[in-house]
Every structure is written in C-alpha cells, then in structure tokens.
C-alpha cells in the first residue's frame, strides 16, 4: 500500500494504491488506485487477511479518526476473487472494527453509534446485536477475534481511553448462543489487548513487553 498527498482547490488529497502479487512476481492485482479527499474521519485501504484457501483476499479501509480513538482496524470488508479479479463488498461502512469468522460466514462488527458487538451471516445478511453496556466516561470497545468454533468473541473494553494516566483495559468473552458476556479480565493497568484466539482455552494478547497468553480457564497471564 503506498499513500501520497497533495492539494486541489483548497482541499488535501491523497493517493491511494493496494495491490497484491504474487511472491517471486508475476500477476498483480490493483485493488484500489484513486486520489480520496482527506477530512474529518478519511480513511485508507488496508490488507485485513486471507481466504482459507488462499483464493481470496479480504481487505478493508482503515479509519483515522480525530481525537483519542484507541481500537480501529477497519470500517468495511471486501474481498478479492484471486482467479477473476473481481472485487465484491462484502460488508459496508458500518463502524471502526471488523472481524471475520473462522469459515468466513459470519462478520462481527463495533457499530457506529450504540450498537455493538453486532454479528452478519454473510449468506443471509441476518444480524445479531449484544448489548455491551459501556460505562460512559471515554469508553470504546474493539480488538474482536472469534474462537476457533465461532461459538465466542473476545474482545477488549479500554476505559478512559482519553487519558494515558488512568486508561486501563478490560477482556470480556461474548457467549454467541446466550448473548452474554463474561469478564475474564477486569480494569488491567498493563493495557493487555486481544489479539487472537488459536486455541479453545487460551486468548493471545499483545501488551507493553510483546505477546502473551490468556488462560481462559484459570485466568493466568504468561509471556509467550
């Protein structure tokens, strides 16, 4: 992804060119290639992840919000048909996270606004809200990965986001079946966020000394 910036008629642009090849060269696929106006909320395009089979590619357009937005990765999801080229939206702008499914089924979502986590079926567009009560004061919700049977969703709660001194992070795990959340780890001063859920009973974070694991069942934090 390369990103360049320039000004027409008073306003900032930028270029903005994803592609993908293959290793050693050969084919190339020019994902996006466009000038995008910046502004309050612009965004750029950005690799998400693979197909399990490695015939798509799945990418999304990266949010740059103003003020003290702690947990973005993406506002969208499309993917990449390697053997056609054609490109498909497979979820459209609808908040600052997204997250895929194991077997590529299901999307979870931090909506815009007060909804969230929210799960798609991406065969029938039928959707699922999770009420997460956040607390009010600077409260955002992020980093969701599923678990390796797609029955949960972990995912990180930064409170006080606005505030070096005080922001702590919490680890909540969403039942799919019951909508209901547990919390496996509650208001940390180290800033632990989820980052990946390998295996059935234990979480990978990524903290302020590099990658640890989250035993699930004990509550235990080691160093990976």
């Not at 702690?70 to 990449?80: E, M």
């Not at 194991?102 to 039928?126: K, M």
């Not at 919700?141 to 678990?147: E, F, K, N, R, T």
């Not at 505030?163 to 940390?188: C, R």
Request: proline share 6%.
């Amino acid at each position: 992804m390369r990103i360049r910036y320039a000004s027409k008629e008073g306003v900032t642009l930028y270029y903005a060119r994803l592609s993908v090849a293959r290793v050693g060269g050969g084919q190339e696929w020019i994902v996006v290639d466009e000038w995008r106006p910046t502004g309050l909320g612009w965004t750029s395009p950005a690799p998400l992840r693979w197909s399990a089979d490695s015939a798509a590619f799945y990418f999304t357009n990266l949010p740059h919000p103003d003020g003290c937005s702690v947990l973005t990765n993406g506002v969208d999801l499309h993917r990449l048909e390697l053997a056609t080229g054609a490109v498909t939206e497979v979820l459209p702008e609808v908040g600052l996270w997204v997250s895929l499914s194991p077997d590529e089924s299901q999307v979870a979502y931090i909506a815009f606004g007060d909804r969230g986590p929210v799960t798609r079926d991406l065969a029938t567009g039928a959707e699922s809200d999770a009420f997460l009560d956040l607390p009010v004061h600077n409260a955002q919700a992020g980093a969701i990965v599923w678990s390796p049977d797609a029955a949960r969703l972990a995912l990180t709660l930064v409170h006080n986001a606005c505030s070096s001194i005080s922001q702590s992070h919490s680890i909540l795990v969403l039942d799919l079946a019951s909508s209901t959340f547990t919390t496996v780890l509650d208001h940390d001063l180290s800033q632990f966020i989820t980052s990946a859920w390998p295996e059935p009973d234990r979480l990978r974070l990524t903290g302020p000394l590099g990658p640890y694991w989250l035993d699930l069942t004990t509550g235990e934090i080691t160093a990976s």
